[in-house]
């Protein structure tokens, strides 16, 4: 089946503890992108990546990071997360200017 | 000013109306559109992109309107199943790639 799977789904954890949220697809997309959606803010773009090794910043990088060492995976990092980072976090992929599919979410808590 | 702006919402209807929505973009480069739909707490799915010369699928028509940089989507006899949030979604090639800009969303009842 053809899909974007994220984990955790939830995640709630403490100001500066670093983690990582995974993203895989199996529809070798070239594009993949992470969104945080906020209440009245609608889905914001942090980081997308156009292929493997190439990544550039969307609308809302700070206090992110990501790495695309293989097609498949694109991986969010934050190394300090704060309570403003308590989001709802969308990983989506897609052929280049294509329709985008997107993972279930992860929604995270930073206390 | 935002880069995609959308009707306030939230639209109440009753079931079999007509509605539609709107959506205005800033960049006069921006390469493909869409119209996504979002269930609460659900990720997005695609409605239908957005083409040119205007398109249909079933009870939903999509029109774009390059000159005025102007979206819209058509609902015809809404049904209860299409309460949800329609978002519009355009692609734009930036210097450092091609970026996704999400309008902030139209949400929509739809009442028996």
């Known amino acids: ?111 | 000013r935002k880069e995609v702006e959308q009707d306030p919402g939230p639209f109440n209807v009753p079931e079999g109306a007509t509605v539609a929505f709107n959506c205005t973009y800033s960049n006069s480069a921006s390469q493909s559109f869409f119209w996504y739909r979002q269930d609460c707490r659900k990720e997005p799915k695609l409605l239908m992109s957005v083409y040119s010369s205007g398109n249909e699928d079933g009870r939903f028509t999509a029109q774009l309107n390059r000159a005025s940089q102007y979206i819209s989507l058509l609902i015809r006899d809404s049904k209860l199943s299409d309460s949800a949030t329609y978002l519009c979604v355009v692609n734009n090639w930036d210097t450092g790639g091609f970026k996704t800009i999400f309008g902030a969303g139209t949400r929509l009842f739809v009442k028996a």
Not at chain 1, 8 to 27: A, D, E, F, H, W
Not at chain 1, 28 to 54: A, K, T
């Open chain 1, 1 to 111: 089946e053809a899909q974007v799977t994220q984990n955790p789904r939830y995640l709630i954890t403490v100001t500066g503890k670093k983690l990582t949220v995974t993203c895989s697809q199996n529809m070798n997309h070239e594009y993949m992108s992470w969104y945080r959606q906020d209440p009245g803010l609608g889905l914001r773009q942090i980081y997308y990546s156009m292929n493997v090794e190439v990544t550039d910043k969307g609308d809302v990088p700070e206090g992110y990071k990501v790495s695309r060492k293989e097609k498949r995976n694109f991986p969010l990092i934050l190394e300090s997360p704060s309570p403003n980072q308590t989001s709802l976090y969308f990983c989506a992929s897609s052929f280049i200017g294509g329709e985008q599919f997107f993972g279930p979410g992860t929604r995270l808590t930073v206390l």
